[in-house]
């Protein structure tokens, strides 16, 4: 059995107990490599595990084709959550539209906003979520573990393709025909807001060109984090 064979077996295995013993759960997809490999496995298992996407008012328009993509490829739908008006509108006149390039403390309260409340309203009466993140994916993502307890959103909170490589993921959408954002063959592994990522040079952590004029320590969107800390407060056998 090849490496990669055994690894979508294990995320299979993993995503199967996920709906089996933490229901409701859901799926936080950001419509990226990662997250369409857990598309993927999801929809064809016909698995109970709901999926959405943030969709912040700043994305691409590649990463919003994602979504017809994925309505065309599986007959399924990704719910949207977005932000509250009313909450950008605060932050837009108070700040400026792209006052997150000003200091950390702006961006994140753009993420905030934009990310962090929305994800909220998302997760509310769920038992579990996933996600797509990878240890290889960054020096913030060196420690993380396939289940954790997320005390601050009171849950259990999965990383299916924890130990997956660069090479696993792509070698998998290949084989299996997904399809994946566009951007992706532009130079950009990792895929956030518009203004907010830039394509990567060679030799560059793959999460280079997420919030590249910050320092690599603070680039989380606060969607992992609680109180400027990740959230690996505990991490769970699996």
């Known amino acids: 059995m090849s490496d990669l064979h055994r690894r979508v077996e294990e995320t299979q295995a993993i995503l199967a107990r996920i709906a089996r013993d933490f229901s409701p759960a859901v799926f936080a997809s950001s419509l990226a490599a990662e997250d369409m490999v857990l598309t993927d496995l999801i929809l064809k298992a016909g698995l109970p595990i709901g999926i959405f996407s943030l969709e912040t008012g700043r994305l691409h328009a590649e990463t919003l084709d994602m979504l017809e993509r994925v309505r065309a490829t599986y007959g399924h739908e990704i719910a949207l959550f977005k932000p509250q008006p009313e909450a950008v509108q605060a932050y837009v006149a108070q700040n400026g539209l792209n006052a997150f390039y000003d200091s950390v403390e702006m961006r994140k309260e753009c993420c905030r906003v934009r990310k962090v409340e929305p994800l ?44 997956w490589s660069e090479q696993d993921v792509w070698d998998y959408l290949r084989a299996n025909q997904v399809p994946y954002n566009a951007l992706h063959d532009r130079g950009y592994p990792s895929i956030g807001c518009e203004p907010c990522t830039r394509a990567i040079q060679p030799g560059e952590d793959l999460r280079a060109g997420r919030w590249w004029w910050e320092n690599p320590e603070s680039k989380e969107c606060g969607l992992h984090v609680v109180d400027g800390k990740l959230i690996r407060i505990k991490s769970v056998a699996a």
Not at 137 to 159: I, P, W, Y
């Open 120 to 163: 909220g309203r998302a997760l509310a009466g769920k038992q579990a979520w996933v996600t797509g993140q990878r240890r290889a994916q960054s020096t913030t993502r060196t420690e993380l573990a396939v289940q954790e307890d997320d005390a601050a959103h009171g849950m259990q909170k999965f990383n299916p393709l924890a130990d």
